[in-house]
């Protein structure tokens, strides 16, 4: 009789608990939600999608800005927030790298978060100050060459997308030059339209404007295919075969957040993403990326792996 009672009770706990998914999965979302975002006020995108999601479920998406420590600050706050999905932190590719470059870190990707969705690709620019005598991506290449170790190319902090795209030049152009670490885009930018560096790989965005009023020059960016903003600009992989780089952005959920929420979620954000975004940030060099949250898992572990044997061959760590 007591194991009846206690099998009973079991499958009414398991009636119980599915039930209670069930309706997370209907109700959600039921109040507003926490979006972190790790960088000061002014990421574009990720302020867009929450509007959108906004709109789109009728509940507040807050934006709270944690900018700090490479994005570690904010990325966090997330990791001890419940996982119930109402604290979502949407960040850069380098809440992916960042750990892999520093000796201790509050958190692991891997198993204090869990893949919503992927927002978008950015691919990079290959930047150079307006009076370097070349003029394409292949005479750079000579240009290091014939001048062994005298280039100078910034980085806007240890271990970004800048800096790995920057290291993977260096590989597979066989070239040497020197890497000077900034604090952030804007000074290295600075730098590079008053001559002081000579070069600076870093998304496209930042050097877009530059370039258009003839302050820099824009060799080639990193992405697969020439771009819309910039349709006269060669890929990196027209000279150098396989080349490819890319900073992108996704949404991230605290681990154990139930999986028909993180579904509901990624349905949401792939809706945002089509919906007349589009245009607008092909412009600014951003190709958004709706697709599912297996997909992403997946190629944020392909991602990891490609960007953890740069950073161990390159010796890229902060000090």
Not at 307 to 317: F, M, V
Request: hydrophobic residues 40%; aromatic residues 8%; contains cysteine.
């Amino acid at each position: 009789m007591q194991k009846r009672i206690a099998l009973r009770a079991m499958v009414a706990l398991c009636l119980a608990i599915g039930g209670g998914v069930a309706h997370a999965q209907d109700t959600y979302p039921s109040r507003q939600i926490r979006f972190v975002i790790p960088f000061p006020p002014g990421g574009m995108l990720g302020r867009d999608l929450a509007q959108k999601l906004s709109e789109q479920t009728g509940q507040s998406f807050i934006v709270e800005n944690r900018s700090g420590g490479n994005g570690i600050i904010g990325a966090d706050v997330v990791a001890k927030s419940p996982a119930d999905g109402y604290t979502l932190l949407f960040n850069a590719s380098t809440f992916t790298t960042a750990p892999m470059t520093m000796k201790a870190v509050p958190f692991d990707v891997d198993k204090n978060f869990v893949p919503v969705a992927m927002a978008g690709k950015a691919p990079l620019s290959v930047s150079v100050k307006k009076d370097l005598p070349v003029t394409d991506l292949a005479g750079l290449l000579a240009y290091a060459k014939k001048n062994p170790g005298q280039l100078t190319f910034a980085v806007g902090s240890i271990g970004s997308a800048g800096h790995l795209a920057t290291e993977l030049l260096k590989r597979q152009g066989g070239l040497d030059y020197m890497v000077i670490p900034y604090r952030g885009t804007s000074p290295a930018l600075q730098d590079l339209v008053g001559g002081r560096i000579d070069g600076f790989i870093d998304p496209v965005l930042g050097a877009v404007s530059y370039y258009k009023s003839g302050m820099l020059k824009i060799l080639a960016v990193t992405s697969d295919a020439r771009l819309p903003n910039l349709p006269d600009v060669p890929t990196v992989s027209e000279v150098l075969p396989g080349y490819q780089f890319y900073s992108w952005y996704g949404l991230w959920a605290p681990a154990g957040t139930p999986g028909p929420i993180v579904e509901k979620l990624n349905a949401e954000v792939n809706k945002a993403l089509s919906s007349g975004m589009t245009a607008k940030y092909e412009q600014l060099g951003v190709s958004l990326t709706p697709g599912s949250a297996t997909a992403f898992a997946r190629f944020q572990k392909d991602d990891m792996a490609r960007s953890r044997k740069i950073i161990d061959e390159g010796n890229i760590h902060v000090e």
